[in-house]
């Protein structure tokens, strides 16, 4: 916390754990980004093949100030999904 009491910008940014899943019933490449951290430039969080039905490991994903979260990931041959509101131990299907 600040003087004001208010807190910091770290005491309320926390990252969240998600799960991403291929559900889409082939081998495919998926890209993850975390649109949260840096919206003009954001990270890639996992970018690797997942087989079918497989999930990565938790991967951390940032929160702002709000609790909200948004994430867009990309299969290698399809178009790029954005995924709002998620929450800690959240699993995302992707398709």
């Known amino acids: 916390m600040d003087i004001t009491g208010r807190g910091t ?4 940014m926390p990252d969240i754990s998600v ?8 081998s ?5 980004w975390d649109l949260g ?3 003009n430039s954001p990270p890639v969080i996992f970018n690797d093949y997942l087989d079918s039905n497989q999930s990565t490991s938790p991967l951390p994903v940032h929160s702002n100030d709000f609790g909200e979260t948004r994430v867009m990931y990309q299969r290698s041959d399809g178009p790029q999904q ?7 131990g959240d699993s995302v299907s992707m398709e």
Request: aromatic share 14%; hydrophobic share 25%.
């Open 28 to 32: 495919r490449q998926y890209a993850i």
């Open 19 to 26: 799960s991403f899943t291929n559900n889409y019933g082939d």
């Open 82 to 88: 954005v995924v709002d509101n998620l929450s800690d």
């Open 9 to 12: 910008k770290s005491d309320f």
């Open 37 to 39: 951290r840096d919206p």
